[in-house]
T-cell receptor, first 112, second 115 residues
Framework: AQTVTQSQPEMSVQEAETVTLSCTYD???????LFWYKQPPSRQMILVIR??????QNATENRFSVNFQKAAKSFSLKISDSQLGDTAMYFC?????????FGAGTRLTVKP | KAGVTQTPRYLIKTRGQQVTLSCSPI?????VSWYQQTPGQGLQFLFE???????NKGNFPGRFSGRQFSNSRSEMNVSTLELGDSALYLC??????????????FGPGTRLTVL
């Protein structure tokens, strides 16, 4: 079974600084997708970024980028120029055919 | 396009009762998945429906069931409610979760409180 581990339950960062959230996963599969989802307080979960395992190039979406290390089964999220609106729970997720697994989440607080 | 909608948004029930939650996916999406989110257990997968068929199921007791209609709308039912069923129930839709290029879009959730 696929498992997803987020080892940092809580993190904080100063506004405008950079922060990296960690995620590791365990799978014996070669083709899969990885996602980072953001869930702001009392608001809807939204997709931040996704990465296809067959692509070596790291995905980037504006201030959000990932460091995907397939051999190490690591998928970290870097948030640059952190903003107060980035305060949220961040979930790492692994997806294969018909199956999606989430990590326990990292609560990120951006401080002014 | 309208996003994923879930009704009701909040629900209070007592132990032993049953409850039905509803999810309307994004137009054109055929896959609907349900998740239970609690502070202690995080996000746990309940089941996934595609074209009115349950295609995948998580590790939950038989009290949790669901169905999907021909218009892709989905309902989940929890019978004989227990205190531990108190949670945020999230619905997510995608074109087809079996397609590796697909992405799930989440609804706002239904917060169920069991007293």
């Amino acid at each position: 079974a696929q498992t997803v581990t987020q080892s940092q339950p809580e993190m904080s960062v100063q506004e405008a600084e950079t922060v990296t959230l960690s995620c590791t996963y365990d799978t014996s599969e070669n083709n899969y997708y990885l996602f980072w989802y953001k869930q702001p307080p009392s608001r809807q979960m939204i997709l931040v970024i996704r990465q296809e395992a067959y692509k070596q190039q790291n995905a980037t979406e504006n201030r959000f980028s990932v460091n995907f290390q397939k051999a190490a089964k690591s998928f970290s999220l870097k948030i640059s120029d952190s903003q107060l609106g980035d305060t949220a729970m961040y979930f790492c997720a692994f997806s294969r055919v018909n199956d999606m697994r989430f990590g326990a989440g990292t609560r990120l607080t951006v401080k002014p | 396009k309208a996003g994923v909608t879930q009704t009701p948004r909040y629900l209070i029930k007592t132990r032993g009762q049953q409850v039905t939650l509803s999810c309307s996916p994004i137009s054109g999406h055929r896959s609907v998945s349900w998740y239970q989110q609690t502070p202690g257990q995080g996000l746990q997968f309940l089941f996934e429906y595609f074209s009115e068929t349950q295609r995948n199921k998580g590790n939950f007791p038989g009290r949790f069931s669901g169905r999907q209609f021909s218009n892709s709308r989905s309902e989940m039912n929890v019978s004989t409610l227990e205190l531990g069923d108190s949670a945020l129930y999230l619905c997510a839709s995608s074109l087809d979760l079996a397609e590796r290029t697909d992405t799930q879009y989440f609804g706002p959730g239904t917060r169920l409180t069991v007293l």
